[in-house]
């Protein structure tokens, strides 16, 4: 059927899958009712139906009429965003101008005035946003990682030079075991946070 089996997952979370478990051995057991189940939402998600409706149509509550006629209106208006957002582009390439000619402020206001009238358009500022999300994450793993590892290459290297000073060997062990715990935390902490963000905290699971 070609889904992920973390989008299986979601869904399941999502109280829009019931698998079987099998008595034997706790395995879901997917028989072809929910097979059938997964391509009605693959072909309902690949049309762009949000989960909430999709959710409605399989408990009986909406028909798939019912879901279309919704999603037709959904559509229908971000078919006119994009019409207006070609429009000022087509707009735009008729100027024939460079950036630093452009007046942003009045074409801001324009759209802005568009926008209180209903209109939407592409931001990509939020994405500018979410990818530097990853910068922060990653430079203080990398810091706390170097430090650490810093500190356990000193304190071998310092019993090494002076062996007839250094402590007893599980004492040795312990010391150098406290940063490397710091290190695994960190990294552990570092996996998590990744997880969050491509799960999307501003999207969520509009992806699945």
Not at 8 to 32: K, M, V
Not at 69 to 77: D, K, M, Y
Not at 167 to 182: E, G, S, T
Request: charged share 25%; with cysteine.
């Amino acid at each position: 059927m070609g889904i992920p089996k973390k989008n299986i997952r979601f869904y399941e979370a999502e109280g829009l899958l019931t698998p079987r478990r099998n008595s034997q051995n706790g395995y879901r057991d997917y028989g072809e009712e929910e097979v059938e189940t997964l391509r009605r939402i693959k072909l309902m998600r690949k049309l762009g139906v949000p989960l909430e409706e999709i959710r409605q149509m399989l408990s009986g509550s909406h028909t798939v009429a019912d879901g279309m006629r919704r999603h037709l209106v959904t559509l229908e208006r971000e078919r006119k965003n994009l019409e207006e957002s070609i429009a000022l582009c087509h707009r735009l390439k008729e100027r024939e101008e460079p950036l630093c000619a452009l007046n942003a402020q009045a074409l801001l206001e324009e759209m802005a005035s568009m926008e209180h009238q209903g209109a939407t358009f592409l931001n990509r500022q939020i994405r500018d946003a979410r990818r530097g999300r990853y910068i922060a994450p990653w430079a203080v793993t990398v810091i706390m990682v170097a430090l650490m590892g810093g500190l356990i290459a000193l304190m071998l290297w310092g019993f090494s030079v002076d062996a007839d000073q250094a402590p007893p060997l599980p004492l040795v062990i312990a010391l150098v075991a406290i940063p490397a715990v710091v290190i695994l935390g960190v990294v552990l902490a570092l996996v998590q946070r990744l997880q969050e963000i491509e799960k999307g905290e501003i999207d969520d699971a509009q992806k699945y």
